[in-house]
């Protein structure tokens, strides 16, 4: 029990203190990647610091709604993020939520980001809530598909169980996870505003989605949602990495020796996710809000897919 | 038969508030009249409310009572199982809420002798409905329920909307109830005994039962609103007065529901497998319908009507469910997606009642329901405000509030689908699934707008900006629901636990007990293939965010200054510059509406240095209207026209006419074998 407990709690401050990294080094190597010098890795937490020790300036038109949703946002996605094996199966809380409740957190906290793109009353803000709502309104049904092929072929939405039996050779190789896997890929991007969808480093007005929403926020209300954003991008880096590349995690009940080879393990897939998450934002252009639909809307169509697949190919 | 048996205790309610019904026809003259009504109203639902409570958690048998009132040979039965004491719950909780908010709110009508004397007729009638236990009884006390709340539609019968709401509303309700009493014709058979008990022992041949299916379907899912039957939905429910709004769509849609379950699961027998397969595609078409038809509206309250619409679907999308694995005979899986579509009955009347609350505390405060005009009220409404916010989060299915607890075993259901046999249902269901999930999250956007729009930005127009809190009674209605709300979500073991005395009647098992699990998490089925704590997720996330604000505020900084929006530099002056909800819908507009509503956008730019404004006019189709509704309309205004004719023959052709029919009856009753 205290070792669970131990373990858990890690997890929530391994979470929480690399997320800015991952953010720093997706940045990095962008900047490498386009010849630039590029800002230290540890960029992030700097940021994070220095706009927590700054006064917030407040819209006069901005309600109480306006200060509680940062903290809102912050602990949704904490939550969130801290019940997504990372080193480890099997901790101490994870039936509290099984997957479809950590999308629903997940939106949840989008809900409240919405509302507080609304709440100054500024055409850009806005602008960023219907589009964003927009985007979530195809993307979260194509998780939702996602979630379904995973859930029928392992036979649980408990996503320990789910690592486990991604880990064991019963898996098999299928064509509805691999159709699954693209449709997660094309939803993480979505619903972390990279590139094509948005552009997380814009300030171009009309282009933005999640910069537009949080445009009036300063000050320790714009770090906790940046750090917000950052462990969204790191959850779903770990989500993705603990259902199709589950090796390494350490079994419940281990030692610390298995513990240290999850971590390492864990350390190593989020770089490889940053690279490649940089390598593809790099190579391709952003495309135009009225494409996103056609985006999204092939996810969702793969994961429908996936998902009928599995009835009609038992093993392939 | 004791006089303190709780179903003989609801009659004599019933029968108190039909009393009322008529004393209020006086007592509606003076002025304390309308809260003297209203608090008995608010009494005698509580008392119902205790009994519904007391039999559904007692677990005692059923009870019933036969009255020598009505047609000699029939009688009236009313009786009082599991499933007519759950939705007993539902009904006198809705009314006893509205009761309380129309002390308040009641206080502002106008004409307070068109709704006094029909309100507690109203919450009678639906009584009467959910404990009938006679098709008879049925039948009169749906009729009277249909009734009371048209004369409720009809109380502000000088807006030309509403009488045009009216009338669509009685020609639907009309149309439902020959279907309902088809339905009944062909469950009590050549014998005619039209006791539920004995309709229960006969034995339907499997077209008559099909025959029974759709027509019970078309007749509870017309009062329900099931696509493509839901057109008067919409018009009726904002017509009437908001507590009325609250009972019509949040608690007389689910007395409809209960028709249908009792039909359905418990008067026919055993279904056949492709029932299901009828269900599950109108409920599918019906939520994501029912959700694209509200982003489309700016009336606040027609917005929620919509969403009932989409609510309704849900409901029948867990009953179809229910209904697939009852007809393969996995009764505990039947009873897992049954418990859910109930569960999720519930959690609706609790939301969608606060929802319209909320939207008759702003009607009231500001005369708008038209979310254009309004904004801004979260700073003069800020109660109001709070409990219409977790309102539209609970109706959104986000955790940890109710709405998601009942989508979410749903889900759990739906993912159970491959165990069915049939290959239609495999792929079925988990297509519902998918439409599921896309009305939820359209639901989510439909209302960061609803809330949006109305209450966060800038007041839009003077009424807005000149808002006033709402009453005491008002305030206190909404408060119990939205907490309400928050105890379904975190604690939902112990409502599940309650409903397994239904699912054990009428789906054949029940689910497993969720008291005994520990931390009072909710397991479906078992730990390892999914669970959910709502309490736990709850807790969670308020330590951290309160950790968070505290160690923020203790370490860093906790200095606030006030300034102008920023707005990348471009503060505009004017509220209008701001997004209404046509613009905020505008996006989703273009992903779905252009090919379900054939949306089109023109703009009318003039000329550079032209002095008149640029327009943009949305032309928008309604599908179901169009496809269903405008032929009938037409080819009825086509045959009156016709039959016109007849009013102007001479006396010879009268005469012919009368004979010819005459000839024409005795002819067919001699050729009837």
Known sequence: ?316 | MTLLAPTVVILVCTALLLVLAVMAVALGRIRIGTSVIYSMCFALALVCLLCGLNQLLGGTSADSVALPLGLPWIGARFRMDALSAFFVVVVDLGAAAASLFAMGYGAHERAPLRVLPFYPAFLAGMNLVVLADDAFSFLLAWEFMSLSSWALVMAHHRVPDNVSAGYVYLVMASFGTLTLLLTFGLLAGPVGDYAFAAIRAGHLSPTLAALVLCLAVVGTGSKAGIVPLHVWLPLAHPAAPSHVSALMSGVMTKVAISGFVRIVFDLIGEPAWWWSIVVLTLAGITCVMGVLYALMQHDLKRLLAYHTVENIGIIFIALGIALAFKAYGMAWAAALAFTAGLLHVFNHSLFKSLLFFGAGAVLNSTGERDMEHLGGLIHRMPQTAFVFLIGCAAISALPPLNGFVSEWLIFQAILLSPQLPSWGLKFLVPAVGALLALSATLAAACFVKAFGVTFLGRARSAAASAARETDPFSRAAMFAFAALCLIAGILPGFFIDALAPIAQALAGDRMPAQIGVEWLSIVPIAQSRSSYNGLLVFLFMVISGALAASAIHRLASDKLRRGPAWDCGYPDASPVTQYTASSFAQPIRRVFGSVIFRARETVEMPPPAAPQPARLTVVLHDPVWEAFYAPVAIGVGLAADRLNHLQFLTIRQFLSLVFAALVILLLVLALWP
């Open chain 1, 1 to 316: 029990m205290i070792a669970d407990l131990t373990v858990q709690g890690a997890q929530m401050l391994v979470v929480l203190l690399l997320a800015p990294l991952l953010t720093g080094l997706v940045r990095k190597i962008k900047a490498r990647m386009l010849r630039r010098a590029g800002p230290p890795v540890i960029q992030p937490y700097r940021d994070l610091v220095r706009l927590m020790r700054k006064e917030v300036v407040l819209a006069d038109t901005a309600s109480w709604l306006f200060r509680v949703i940062p903290y809102f946002i912050f602990a949704a996605t904490w939550v969130a993020a801290s019940l997504i094996p990372t080193f480890r199966t099997g901790l101490l809380f994870s039936w509290s939520a099984d997957l479809i409740a950590i999308i629903a957190l997940l939106g949840s906290a989008r809900f409240a980001l919405a509302l507080a793109g609304l709440d100054v009353g500024t055409s850009f803000g806005g602008i960023g809530s219907s589009r964003e709502v927009m985007i979530a309104s195809l993307a979260e049904p194509a998780m939702i598909m996602i979630v379904f092929t995973l859930a029928l072929t392992v036979g649980s939405t408990q996503l320990s169980t789910m690592a486990g039996y991604m880990a064991s050779p019963a898996v098999g190789l299928r064509v509805s996870l691999a159709l699954a896997l693209v449709a997660l890929i094309m939803v993480a991007i979505a619903e972390n505003a990279r590139i094509p969808v948005d552009n997380p480093a814009t300030h171009l007005e009309l282009t933005m989605v999640h910069e537009a929403m949080v445009l009036e926020y300063s000050g320790r209300h714009l770090a906790l949602i940046e750090l917000s954003a950052a462990l969204k991008l790191l959850l779903y880096v770990s989500l993705i990495a603990c259902l199709f590349a589950p090796w390494g995690m350490a079994a419940p009940g281990a030692g610390m020796g298995a513990l240290a080879v999850g971590t390492l393990a864990y350390l190593g897939k989020i770089a490889a996710g940053g690279f490649l998450l940089a390598l593809l934002e790099t190579s391709i252009a952003k495309m135009r809000v009225f494409r996103v639909p056609e985006f999204l809307g092939a996810a969702l169509m793969l994961g429908l897919l996936a998902t009928l697949l599995l009835f009609v190919s038992r093993s392939l």
